[in-house]
């Protein structure tokens, strides 16, 4: 099968791995950056394991957050809108409902996937756990920090976003088509809802007309 992708989204994705780069690289900025949530709009948000290490190449352990994302979404409250799962990161775009937080909905998510997989590997005394041990002792499954996060201002831009979260499996060379990954919300966006986590649809009309959310 051959691979087509767009100039415009080769160009979308240099531009995202560009802001990635800029935020990850200091982690004094981080620790300086205030996030803002604003009711009502959609917030794209991005974190990583420890070290950038490709610990969701373990499908079990993606599978956990996709599972752990969607009780979020039950449980919490927020609009999921797209998401994907990539080896050493994920990706998530999401609105969190009036009177509840997105912060609160993605902590319980990042503890509930470590914790479980911590534990886990401490039972098995898990070679990984090596990697992933700080000095004071305490294993670190997430990267320190709140990672990207940005408020998604109007449609333009959240078109971009999925976009992206669709097409990075495949800007990363891990398959050749978007739907042939996995854990990400492209499916759901073809219209399958069978076996997918359900996701809820944009805000406004015209959204299911719309086929940029994915390169074919």
């Not at 999925?162 to 978007?178: D, K, M, T």
Request: glycine letters at 6%; proline letters at 3%.
């Amino acid at each position: 099968m051959e691979e087509h992708r767009s100039s415009e989204g080769r160009s979308v994705a240099r531009w995202y791995d560009s802001r990635m780069v800029e935020f990850d690289s200091s982690e004094p900025r981080r620790k300086r950056m205030r996030r803002w949530e604003v009711a009502g709009q959609a917030r794209f948000v991005t974190f990583s394991c420890e070290k950038r290490l490709a610990l969701f190449s373990n499908p079990s352990i993606a599978d956990l957050f996709a599972r752990a994302l969607a009780l979020a979404r039950r449980q919490i409250g927020f609009d999921l809108y797209a998401w994907v799962i990539m080896p050493e990161h994920v990706h998530v775009l999401m609105r969190a409902h009036e009177g509840k937080s997105a912060g609160a909905a993605l902590s319980f998510i990042k503890r509930s996937v470590s914790n479980r997989v911590l534990a886990r590997w401490r039972k098995l005394d898990a070679p990984v756990l090596k990697s992933i041990t700080l000095d004071n002792g305490l294993a670190r499954f997430w990267q320190k920090g709140g990672g990207f996060d940005r408020n998604v201002r109007d449609d333009a831009e959240f078109s971009r976003h999925v976009h992206y979260i669709h097409q990075n499996p495949v800007e990363r060379g891990l398959v050749e088509r978007a739907d042939a990954w996995r854990w990400s919300s492209v499916r759901w966006w073809m219209g399958q809802r069978e076996g997918e986590l359900e996701c809820d649809p944009p805000v406004g009309s015209g959204w299911d007309r719309w086929k940029g959310f994915r390169d074919w």
